[in-house]
């Protein structure tokens, strides 16, 4: 609803100026796609094809609605020969997702991503420069406070080994978590190191898990330079060996960016690598890496709340009486083909009243056009922040340079 939609349409567009200064190109992905698209992708086990997709049945497949744009953009990337003629390439989406869960603040069923994804590249410096485009579109969304927590889970042997691990030291202590947990042991054991349940992760807590012990020299170097190069740019992120991601894609780095304003929900966006999902939906090897940012969950994060500010008016023309409605008809015609934004008030009621909804509509300038002004034909305008009032001839020129 108005007015937050200017702050999510703003959104948009700044991010849209930030992806042209990184150099990503947009990619617009359907809204629905096969649905097996999403189980082989994000994994069968992961809550999201588990619980989540909304699903259309089919004579003869399924379709679900998009619950992300990862699986989608690297099905494009393969569907349309991208990997034979260009091995790098950088893609940015703008759109909704679905999710079938149970609504609450900061929880949709249909929410909005800003997304990008790296296909074609396994340089360490691309995982710092993709966190480092995240600060950027949070700091010119004016989002203050959010915390990046990072982690490595390897390469998929690393993770698979780390999984057997984690099995082998967490089966005896199954009875210490709570149910989801006992039922996600056996399915995805990763599930259990990011349960929100307070005794779980205090449980998890107490395993010290670290990097260390299960990622190989390789993984660990790439890791090191990952957190080099953002320390070298000032990014800040803490380490969070517990920090696993709900989704199978995912190998090497991950990371989340969590805000205070947003309470349980309090992601607002979150990526990393994938370098084997490209051969999985049957392309060569390719290494990527992208993320998406929660559009409404920014929204929430954001510390100054839209208001009358953000309206791009530049006129309101209060008009008094039918003469007057018809001469500010054509005016607003005039100037709107000029590119001034004009609101006409035709209604009949006082001018106190006009004036008030003046301020309320944000316009920078207020016209008023009465009998008085009808007889010079002018128009009085008033600049509504600074208070200064004059007369200016009531034609489209004249009123245009006056405004603009
Ligand atoms: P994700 O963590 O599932 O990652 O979603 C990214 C962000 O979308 C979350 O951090 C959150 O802000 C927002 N979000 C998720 N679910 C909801 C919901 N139900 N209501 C409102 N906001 C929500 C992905 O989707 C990956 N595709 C990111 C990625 C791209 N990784 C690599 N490339």
């Given at each position: 609803m108005p007015p937050e939609s200017s702050l999510w349409q703003c959104f948009n567009e700044k991010a849209r100026e930030i992806f042209q200064n990184y150099n990503y190109q947009e990619i617009i992905i359907p809204i629905a796609e096969d649905a097996g698209l999403f189980s082989r992708s994000l994994g069968r086990d992961s809550e999201v094809v588990e619980k989540q997709m909304f699903l259309i049945p089919r004579k003869d497949s399924t379709l679900a609605l998009r619950p992300e744009g990862t699986a989608s953009v690297i099905r494009s990337f393969l569907e349309n020969n991208l990997d034979k003629k260009t091995p790098f390439v950088k893609l940015y989406y703008i759109g909704p997702m679905f999710r079938a869960e149970r609504p609450q603040k900061g929880r949709l069923r249909q929410f909005n991503h800003i997304g990008a994804e790296v296909i074609g590249s396994s340089n360490s410096l691309i995982d710092a420069e993709i966190i480092a485009l995240c600060c950027d579109l949070l700091d010119s969304f004016g989002i203050k406070g959010y915390k990046i927590r990072l982690n490595s889970l390897g390469s998929s042997k690393e993770k698979q080994e780390l999984a057997k691990a984690l099995r082998k030291t967490l089966k005896p202590k199954l009875k210490k978590f709570c149910k989801d947990c006992e039922s996600r042991f056996n399915r995805n054991v990763f599930r259990l190191l990011d349960c929100k349940n307070e005794t779980c992760r205090n449980n998890i807590k107490s395993l010290n898990l670290s990097a260390e012990d299960y990622l190989s020299v390789e993984s660990l170097n790439h890791f090191r330079k990952v957190r080099l190069s953002l320390d070298s740019l000032?990014?800040?992120?803490?380490?969070?060996?517990?920090?696993?991601?709900?989704?199978?894609?995912?190998?090497?780095?991950?990371?989340?960016?969590?805000?205070?304003?947003?309470?349980?929900?309090?992601?607002?966006?979150?990526g990393g690598r994938y370098d084997n999902l490209v051969k999985e939906l049957g392309g060569p090897e390719t290494c990527a890496i992208g993320f998406a940012l929660g559009v409404e969950r920014l929204m929430l994060a954001a510390d100054s709340r839209p208001d009358a500010d953000f309206s791009d008016l530049i006129l309101y023309i209060a008009a008094m009486g039918e003469e007057a409605c018809k001469k500010s008809f054509l005016l607003a015609s005039g100037l709107r083909k000029a590119g001034v934004s004009v609101e006409v008030d035709y209604e009949d009621r006082r001018l106190d009243k006009k004036i008030s909804r003046a301020s309320k509509s944000g316009a920078k300038f207020l016209g008023i056009l009465g009998e008085d002004e009808l007889k010079k034909d002018a128009i009085s305008i008033k600049d509504l922040r600074k208070g200064t009032q004059d007369q200016v001839p009531a034609k489209v020129d004249s009123l245009r340079s006056r405004l603009c």
């Amino acid at each position: 609803m108005p007015p937050e939609s200017s702050l999510w349409q703003c959104f948009n567009e700044k991010a849209r100026e930030i992806f042209q200064n990184y150099n990503y190109q947009e990619i617009i992905i359907p809204i629905a796609e096969d649905a097996g698209l999403f189980s082989r992708s994000l994994g069968r086990d992961s809550e999201v094809v588990e619980k989540q997709m909304f699903l259309i049945p089919r004579k003869d497949s399924t379709l679900a609605l998009r619950p992300e744009g990862t699986a989608s953009v690297i099905r494009s990337f393969l569907e349309n020969n991208l990997d034979k003629k260009t091995p790098f390439v950088k893609l940015y989406y703008i759109g909704p997702m679905f999710r079938a869960e149970r609504p609450q603040k900061g929880r949709l069923r249909q929410f909005n991503h800003i997304g990008a994804e790296v296909i074609g590249s396994s340089n360490s410096l691309i995982d710092a420069e993709i966190i480092a485009l995240c600060c950027d579109l949070l700091d010119s969304f004016g989002i203050k406070g959010y915390k990046i927590r990072l982690n490595s889970l390897g390469s998929s042997k690393e993770k698979q080994e780390l999984a057997k691990a984690l099995r082998k030291t967490l089966k005896p202590k199954l009875k210490k978590f709570c149910k989801d947990c006992e039922s996600r042991f056996n399915r995805n054991v990763f599930r259990l190191l990011d349960c929100k349940n307070e005794t779980c992760r205090n449980n998890i807590k107490s395993l010290n898990l670290s990097a260390e012990d299960y990622l190989s020299v390789e993984s660990l170097n790439h890791f090191r330079k990952v957190r080099l190069s953002l320390d070298s740019l000032g990014v800040k992120y803490d380490y969070d060996p517990c920090l696993v991601r709900g989704l199978d894609y995912y190998t090497g780095t991950v990371f989340e960016i969590a805000h205070p304003n947003l309470g349980a929900q309090d992601a607002i966006g979150a990526g990393g690598r994938y370098d084997n999902l490209v051969k999985e939906l049957g392309g060569p090897e390719t290494c990527a890496i992208g993320f998406a940012l929660g559009v409404e969950r920014l929204m929430l994060a954001a510390d100054s709340r839209p208001d009358a500010d953000f309206s791009d008016l530049i006129l309101y023309i209060a008009a008094m009486g039918e003469e007057a409605c018809k001469k500010s008809f054509l005016l607003a015609s005039g100037l709107r083909k000029a590119g001034v934004s004009v609101e006409v008030d035709y209604e009949d009621r006082r001018l106190d009243k006009k004036i008030s909804r003046a301020s309320k509509s944000g316009a920078k300038f207020l016209g008023i056009l009465g009998e008085d002004e009808l007889k010079k034909d002018a128009i009085s305008i008033k600049d509504l922040r600074k208070g200064t009032q004059d007369q200016v001839p009531a034609k489209v020129d004249s009123l245009r340079s006056r405004l603009c």
